[in-house]
């Protein structure tokens, strides 16, 4: 039976594409297992009779199968005819479509052709009227055509009369109308009678420049013409003004020669009276020129002309070329004093020129030939004839550097003569006299320069500035600040009981210190003003890096002096515990002695450096810093030397310790009315350093219960894998010298210690001995 299924299997066997099934089973979803594509009938039959018993059904089953095989033949069936019904409908539907596009373009077609035919009805209906436009516009061009030719021709005809008669008050505004008139015709030039036309009216211009300007120069003395001479020459500048622009200028140009012969012939190149020092009499022959000009020819040029102006241009022109010229063959003559009152008196009448004319230009009427306006610039004064003294400003800057050089050798011996500024104590540190009076010098000179040049004369006088700055740390600064040769610890070492000597240098320190501090923030400041007056492009060119750099150096070098008086101060108290049998200790006291010098001298030194640096308190919080970063690791080294030390005696120098880290965090406001909250850096740095002190004490005060225990709590309380720290704690401890390295390979064990580490940490220890052996002979030396 199962060979006959086979068969049966193969026969009826149908395969589609993947694709195919996957969309048959996307539109039709069913869990019917006859509907599987890996459909097995022996498993659909063992499916229905599982059991030989089942198979007593299989009648009904057999009977249930053909009923369903009926119903899928008639569901097939179903749908081929519909299949075919559609088709035929979709046939009709397409003839149907076709039928009305045919339909839809007939229309079209008609409704086009109709358009064609009323666009050719309408031009023909118009074309006569366009006919009529065009001749009505061609008349009208032709009528106003023909008036302006004879209007030009009479006007023509009218101007020669009125300019032979001189009758220029009536001239100027037919002047203007048949220039107007003329412009219409310039298209028709090429006809023979408007060329000739045209040729006449140029001819007749020219003669009527000609003529003006003869009648201005047959006036014997404009200054002595007569009112109706003056009032006909007025008239005649209307004319002008209506002609070509450059008959104005040259009108212009000849009155204004003729004003500056006086000028040239009085102030000669090698007259006395034409030297710097009495460069102002030039401004008041200018002055007296314009009092002439406003009584005798005011009325006679326009005032949109601006003659005054255009006289003070060329006057300006004039008088910086002979300027440059006299200058020139004299600069042996030239002194500082000669050239700032020239300069000054030349930049002050120029003022007075710019107040006077550089006003928001005028509009005015333009020759008629374009019927224009054009835009007239105003004169300009500003430097117009002080620029001639520009090259000559190195007299001016190479005074001030001899000046400069013999400013800062008077404070040289000033102060070496007068020592230490005066001072009380609790006042804050006064400054060097010198740096603000150099200063004060400084900016005397800035203005001065700056009313002389805004360009290259003020990048030179920078330059001296540089020079001088430098010159003035080196001649004065530095060598106020104590010779490091008799620094603080041997001013100490001859005088113990009494600190007025160390004391003296460190009221210098501050006070070099402050003077930086002022030089600094001034050099900035005179920086900023330098550049703020110069041109743009000579601003870049001017800098006072170097100069900054210097006196910030100063500032450091000061702080650093301050930390070694305090350090050679505390020095002694630090030795002192050495001193001390901690070993043998029997009992915890009061605070050691060692930390009672200490305390004091923080006492006396710290409150009197706030006071001289009350106005640089930012200097003094780094003072405090220094200070700390200073001390602390030598308090440490020293702890380390102290060995062995007892539980007692560790104690005893942890009592010490928390002293003297009660009293570090108070140094900013040691002494202090005012308790003022130190700097998070300042309190991290103490509290960092001396925890660290603190922890090495509590190890050595704890009990020895095994080796691993104690290398273990030091590893965790120091988290340090230094071996020569690690090293000098068992010292302390008073381990035996076999003891400490088996618990010194325990502890590199423990702490992961690796033998490139392990050699580090030696060299580390050698070059640390190096540097206290250097730093022993130079405290010898």
Known sequence: ?????????????????????????????????????????????????????????????????????????????????????????????????????????????????????????????????????????????????????????????????????????????????????????????QIPQIKDLSDKLDKLLRDLAAQIRGDFEEAHSLYECKLNCQLSLADACLVVDALQPRVKEDLVNWFVDRQLTEYKSLFREYDEVSWLDKCDRRYAWLKRCFLEYEEDCARIFPEHWNMPGKIASDFCKVTRKMLEKQMKNRVSELDVKLLLFAVQKTQAFEKLLMERFEQEPKRELDSATDGETEKKEPESFHNAMSQCFEMYLNVYIDSQDVNLTELVEKFVLELK????????????????????????FYKKCLVQCSQLSQGQALVDLTEVF??????????????????????FASSLLKDKDNNKVAMSEVVMI??????????????????DKIKEKAQEAYAEKISFNSEQELFSNTITTCLQELVLHLDSLCEPALSAMLKVNWSTLDSVGDQSAYTTSITSHLAATVPAVRDLLHNSRKYFTNYCLKFANSFIPKYVNQIYKCKPVSTVGAEQLLL?????????????????????????????????????????????????????????????????????????????????????????ELFKKTANISDSENVASVADQDSSRIRKLEKLIKKQF
Do not use: W
């Not at 007068?418 to 009380?424: F, I, R």
């Not at 501050?510 to 920086?527: D, G």
């Open 656 to 744: 010490d310790t928390h002293s003297l880290k009660t009293v570090l965090l108070q140094l900013p406001s040691l002494g202090s009315a005012v308790a003022r909250k130190p700097a998070p850096s300042f309190t991290k740095t103490v509290s960092q350093g001396m925890v660290r002190a603190e922890m090495i004490l509590k190890l050595v005060m704890a009990p020895s219960e095994s080796q691993i225990a104690f290398v273990e709590s030091y590893i965790n309380l120091l988290a340090d894998k230094d071996i020569g720290d690690f090293q000098k704690v068992l010292e302390m401890k008073g381990f035996k010298r076999s003891e400490q390295m088996d618990m010194i």
């Open 466 to 487: 540089k020079k001088h700055l430098q010159n003035y740390h080196s001649s004065l600064l530095m060598p106020s600040l104590p010779n490091k040769s008799s620094g």
């Open 510 to 527: 501050c006070i070099v210190l402050c003077t930086s501090e002022y030089c600094l923030e001034t050099t900035q400041q005179l920086e």
């Open 417 to 440: 003569e007068g020592g230490v500024p005066t001072y009380q104590v609790g006042d804050p540190a006064p400054l060097l006299p010198s740096s603000s009076d150099l200063f004060v």
């Open 1 to 189: 039976m199962e060979k006959c299924i086979t068969e049966l299997e193969n026969d009826i066997s149908l395969e589609f594409d993947p694709e195919v099934e996957a969309a048959i089973a996307e539109l039709l979803p069913s869990n019917d297992p006859l509907h599987c594509k890996d459909f097995s009938a022996i498993d659909y039959i063992n499916t229905i009779f599982p059991t030989e018993q089942s198979l007593t059904n299989i009648d009904d089953v057999v009977h249930k199968m053909n009923s369903k095989i009926r119903q899928l033949d008639n569901d097939i069936r179903h749908l081929i005819k519909e299949q075919t019904m559609a088709a035929e409908d979709g046939r009709e539907a397409l003839e149907s479509s076709k039928q009305s596009i045919a339909t839809l373009f007939n229309k079209i077609k008609e409704i086009r052709d109709k358009a064609e035919q009323s666009e050719t009805t309408v031009k023909e209906i118009t074309s006569d009227i366009k006919q009529l436009d065009h001749a009505k516009k061609n008349l009208t061009s032709s009528i106003t055509t023909l008036n302006h030719l004879h209007m030009l021709v009479g006007g023509v005809e009218s101007l020669a009369t009125l300019i032979k008669h001189r009758k220029y008050d009536e001239a100027a505004p037919l002047l203007q109308g048949v220039m107007y008139v003329m412009h219409h015709f310039t298209p028709y030039h």
